[in-house]
């Protein structure tokens, strides 16, 4: 028997405000549309829901009935963690990567795209910009695993900054890509076929949670739109192929758009990658006294982060407990799992826009590395000692933006 969503899971998914044409009762215009949300954004996000708020039930179903404490858990810790992960993302650990930008795609055959906007460029920062100590780890710690869960890039010393170069709406088409994914490294065959999210599977929890992902950067697609409509007043049709920052959040994460569990599978990943974020926390602690993370600021805030309630609510748990119960059963072909989000990581060199490329790279290491945290290689654990700074960084960057990414879902439904 399915579950139904709480109330401000119900807020994420869109359920309210419906109308009979689209679903959805958007402004008049976006200009009205991000006047509006500028209005009701802060109360919206940063007051705290009550209990009674977390628990209403409505007509939105929950596939999977065990993640609806974790949803729970999530939606009311987030007015008070998700403005922690703004305050880490400034700190140079968490900020700058060695990312390479001239790859070419393996792939896909592509004639070559040029973004028509200069969003979509990035440049490397000053070279006295970056830490030795952040240069030193890159280098000592690269490495190359056969079998191993991400094949990050080598380090070079080109180091990009998400700070200088935030997630955007540049008005490039990804669905060449996202199609790729879904229709050639996600897993289809045998029950999967009928149920690819929820099949009694660690190939459906794989599929779920590349979903997830998929979600956030459609979130953070629509956030850019609306921040571009607040800054420019509208968005040029021939520059950005969308312009409705209501149309496409309905058709990307909406109950009745093409993937009506995108909102679910979005939280399913972040009770991933906080679950990662728990079983690294010890190391992330050791790095903070040892000054590998920052100064004294940097450092309490992490541990703000790290200390809070949800890091220990065993809801949070019940993401990697599904994928770990699905692969203890089939220990011998988690092989494919790894190889999976080794190709996730490197279809990304098929994005033909810098910075999506630059952010996409940093979310599919941060999730293959809570994959590896959750399975390792024979279902029961990844070694938090192999895990590497950039994995780490990138871990609980990850895990800033799928928070980021929920909350747009409430700034949407707020309005």
């Known amino acids: 028997m399915m579950r139904l969503l709480s109330l401000t899971a119900l807020l994420a998914v869109g359920v309210l405000h419906l109308t009979p044409v689209n679903g959805f009762a958007p402004p008049s215009s976006a200009s009205a549309f991000a006047q509006s949300l500028v209005k009701s954004k802060s109360s919206a996000i ?13 007509a939105a179903a929950l596939h999977d009935e065990s993640l609806a404490p974790g949803i729970g858990a999530i939606d009311a810790a987030l007015p008070n963690i998700s403005p922690l992960f703004s305050e880490l993302r400034s700190q140079p650990f968490f900020r700058l990567y060695s990312c390479d930008m001239l ?13 028509y906007t200069e969003s979509c460029e990035i440049y490397p920062v000053d070279d006295d910009e970056v830490p030795m100590d952040i240069k ?7 490495e190359f695993e056969l079998d191993g869960w991400a094949r990050w890039d080598m380090p070079s010393d080109d180091y990009y900054d998400t700070m200088q170069f935030p997630e955007d709406y540049t008005g490039y088409d990804g669905s060449e890509v996202w199609t790729f994914i879904h229709n050639r490294i996600g897993f289809h065959e045998g029950e999967l076929a009928k149920d690819e999210y929820d099949a009694d599977s660690w190939k459906a929890d794989f599929n779920k949670a590349v979903s997830g992902l998929h979600a956030m950067v459609s979130a953070q697609v629509v956030r850019g739109m609306i921040e571009k409509l607040q800054d420019e007043g509208g968005l040029d049709p021939e520059s950005y192929p969308w312009t409705d920052p209501s149309e496409e959040f309905n058709r990307r994460l909406g109950p009745n758009g093409e993937t009506p569990e995108a909102v679910e599978n979005m939280y399913f990943t972040m009770m991933l990658l906080l679950s990662g974020v728990k079983a690294a926390r010890e190391r992330l602690l050791q790095d903070c006294d040892s000054g590998a993370i920052g100064d004294a600021e940097a450092c309490n805030t992490l541990r703000s982060i790290l200390t809070h309630p949800l890091m220990d609510d065993p809801s949070i748990d019940a993401a990697s407990r599904r994928l770990k119960d699905h692969a203890v059963q089939d220990t011998n072909n988690l092989w494919e799992a790894r190889m999976r989000t080794r190709d996730l990581m490197r279809i990304m060199n098929c994005v033909q826009c810098n910075k999506c490329r630059f952010h996409g ?41 799928f928070a980021s990414g929920i909350e747009l879902c409430y700034e949407m439904q707020s309005l």
């Open 361 to 401: 790279k940093i979310s599919t290491l941060g999730l293959s590395t809570a994959l590896q945290l959750a399975l390792g290689h024979r279902g029961t654990g990844g070694d938090i000692a192999k895990i590497h700074r950039v994995e780490l960084a990138a871990l609980v960057t990850t895990m800033g933006k």
């Open 103 to 115: 790859a070419s795609c393996e792939y896909i055959p592509q004639e070559l795209f040029e973004c």
């Open 46 to 58: 940063h007051e705290r829901r009550s209990p009674s708020q977390l628990h209403m039930a409505t």
């Open 136 to 142: 030193s780890s890159d280098f000592d710690q690269h």
